[in-house]
């Protein structure tokens, strides 16, 4: 049964600070794997990633995947309050359907 | 990229009632997807909306409970029957946009059972 695991589940930082969450799964068929942003119902997408190595990047969001190790990371830089949500992982394994990770809640005091 | 109008938004119902959620995407994709994500948990996909035949239905859903159409490749509903407080959830409609390699999602119904 394909499998994708967050860390941490949750995290309080200060505005400025850098996070780093992770994400690692199994999945039979891996395809791709993909970053979302939840604040209020809908996901929001941010990155998707197919090959190892590669960085993605999004003014202060990056995101690396690794496949040999089956991980990926999601680096947030110079956090601020608007980036309080939650962030999810998924991968997709084939039929294009994802499986998702529970997510990690992240919250940004001032 | 494309966009998903999903709707209702949310709903309050009472138990034993049906509820029925439409999508409509605004160009034609080939897979639409269900999602409900219940209370502080992740995302769970119910079944995939083929269009012309019957749903794909994910372990643990059927399709008496959740019944889905497909008339065309820009629209689906969902129908959650029977429901129960247990159904109190988030519903959310899915399809890819291979063009910007990213599966959007509708709005999200929330969905509160009495």
């Known amino acids: 049964e394909d499998k994708v695991v967050q860390s941490p589940l949750s995290l309080v930082v200060h505005e400025g600070d850098t996070v780093t969450l992770n994400c690692s799964y199994e999945v039979t068929n891996f395809r791709s794997l993909l970053w979302y942003k939840q604040e209020k119902k809908a996901p929001t997408f941010l990155f998707m990633l197919t090959s190892s190595g590669i960085e993605k990047k999004s003014g202060r969001l990056s995101s690396i995947l690794d496949k040999k190790e089956l991980f990926s990371i999601l680096n947030i830089t110079a956090t601020q309050t608007g980036d309080s949500a939650v962030y999810l992982c998924a991968v997709e394994g084939g039929s294009e359907k994802l499986v998702f990770g529970k997510g990690t809640k992240l919250t940004v005091n001032p | 990229s494309a966009v998903i109008s999903q709707k209702p938004s949310r709903d309050i119902c009472q138990r034993g009632t049906s509820l029925t959620i439409q999508c409509q995407v605004d160009s034609q994709v080939t897979m639409m997807f269900w999602y409900r994500q219940q209370p502080g948990q992740s995302l769970t996909l119910i079944a995939t909306a083929n269009q012309g035949s019957e749903a794909t239905y994910e372990s643990g859903f059927v399709i008496d409970k959740f019944p889905i159409s497909r008339p065309n490749l820009t629209f689906s509903t969902l129908t959650v029957s029977n429901m129960s407080p247990e159904d109190s959830s988030i519903y959310l409609c899915?399809?890819?946009?291979?063009?910007?390699?990213?599966?959007?999602f509708g709005s999200g119904t929330q969905l509160s059972v009495l």
């Open positions: 899915s399809a890819w946009d291979r063009i910007f390699e990213k599966l959007f």
